[in-house]
């Protein structure tokens, strides 16, 4: 609390920022003649999971889009997904993970249509994102999908304004330091990615260790490299850091608000709480959750994916067809 008795963080909900992206997507969906259908694949007993089904499912109702929801065992989920790639009605597609919590679970990633894949978890995709590059055409016409809980959060700094808008766009987080607690192949890794090609020097860290996700000195390369840091700790990162983001699962966990350097924005993307509540006494701006967000995201990537399929079957233009 400031002196004044004026809060010195602000707390920003994930409701107020979907809100903000969702005008641009409610105009698209409006320039189309039908509703695009997502199928979601639900096919484990993980609340979560069920609640972001259902989060999904109302903001589909709320912005006219169609949603169907498809409760399956497990071990039929490969044969379902093949049926819907093949269904011409279906646009788009997400599975609720995790399904088996192994491998298996990353070899259906690769079986969901490439142009169905609303999560971006397809290998073009992943490809894509790790070699910062953006588009899947030469003409740079259709852009690739980026996983939807990496790019909310990366959403959520540009609306936060933590993103430079007056540096060139691909280095608007040159100078910022950024800590990201969580490695996994879902969130963790491709967020820290995503941060370093946007020029940002992350600290991303895990049980294992810390790795640092960077462009180099001055951003001399195009994309980043990962180097491992053996003498850092999270203790050690948390200080040097103006942005702190994490998402460990399970209750256990939470960020030494102590070690929080003063003034930092913090994000939760866990569904449990990794900040106690004195973050707010540490942090400039706090934002405690992001779901809302990220089922924007989807929607977002879903109209994409629309659009791409849309630009890939336009006709030719007549001087190009007689050349």
Known sequence: MASDGVPSCKVVLAGTIAQSLLKEIVD????????????????????????YADWTAKTCKDN????????????????????????????????YYPVFGNRQDQYLQQIVDVGKDVEGL?????FNMY??????DDEKLLKSILPCTPL??????????IYNSILPYGNRLFGHTITVINRSEVVGRPLAALLANDGATVYSVDVTGVQIFSRGEGLRKRRHEVTEA???NLERCLPLSDV?????????????????????CCVNFSSEKNFTPDIKEKASIYVPAIGKVTIVILLRNLLRI???RDSRHAPIPSEAAGS
């Open 152 to 161: 909310a959060v990366i959403k959520i700094l540009e609306y936060l304004q």
């Open 306 to 308: 629309v659009r791409n």
């Open 230 to 232: 053996e003498d850092f």
């Open 64 to 95: 006219a889009f169609d949603f169907e929801l498809r409760k399956v065992n497990r071990e039929d989920l490969e044969d379902r997904l093949v049926e819907a790639n093949q269904d011409d009605k279906v646009n788009g597609v997400i599975v």
């Open 122 to 126: 397809s290998h073009v995709y992943v």
């Open 244 to 264: 702190v983001i994490s998402g460990v699962p399970g209750e256990a966990f939470k960020v030494p608000t102590q070690l929080v350097k003063s003034g930092a």
């Open 28 to 51: 698209e969906r409006q320039a189309l003649s039908r509703a695009p259908l997502l199928v979601g694949f639900l096919a484990n007993d993980d609340p979560a999971a069920q609640m």
């Open 131 to 136: 070699q910062n590059i953006r588009f899947l």
